[in-house]
């Protein structure tokens, strides 16, 4: 069997990602097949979660179980067709679980016959980028000076703590 999935973004409106993969394919072969085609980070931490029809979370399949529990199916041990048998299901993609950046993915719809390896049926306009660019400036000048001048004035405090403060009268149990 082979399925049909579509990939969108909430990032852009015109990526567009078709793909056909066996059914008895793995979901690490899903996953490194989107990482290569969207020239995604492949180190990165990544998570397939199956979802209702509402998108809500149901199952998750992710590359490492960090539980050591079993409780959460990890992606070289678990085919597709586990969870997914019929069109319409769907499922997240999360590429960047920090930011919480996902691709919307659906089965589109299932024949007969076997596919030699993943393919992109389609793929068009601007993919999301594995990271966000406001996260990390790599690159950025560490002389700069960070500039607070949100219009609050403090200099009227003192520098150093009230000669009566005493550090042992705060009490965590008051709260």
């Not at 769907?90 to 076997?114: N, Q, W």
């Not at 949100?150 to 709260?175: N, R, W």
């Amino acid at each position: 069997m082979i399925y049909f999935f579509r990939a969108i973004s909430n990032e852009s409106d015109d990526f567009l990602f078709d793909i056909a993969i066996n059914a008895s394919a793995k979901f690490i072969d899903l996953h490194n097949f989107i990482q290569q085609k969207l020239n995604f980070d492949s180190a990165q931490l990544t998570s397939f979660f199956i979802t209702d029809e509402a998108w809500q979370k149901e199952q998750e399949i992710t590359l490492i179980d960090m539980t050591g529990d079993g409780s959460i199916g990890v992606m070289d041990q678990i085919t597709l067709d586990t969870y997914l048998d019929r069109p319409k299901q769907r499922m997240l993609y999360t590429f960047d679980p920090f930011a919480e950046r996902v691709l919307f993915m659906e089965l589109t719809h299932i024949t007969e016959g076997e596919v030699k390896e993943p393919a992109a049926v389609r793929l068009e306009g601007t993919a999301p980028t594995p990271f966000l660019d406001e996260n990390f400036d790599l690159d950025a000048d560490e002389s700069e000076s960070y500039d607070d001048d949100d219009g609050d004035d403090f200099s009227g405090l003192d520098d150093e703590f009230p000669e009566d403060y005493a550090d042992d009268s705060f009490d965590f149990d008051d709260y």
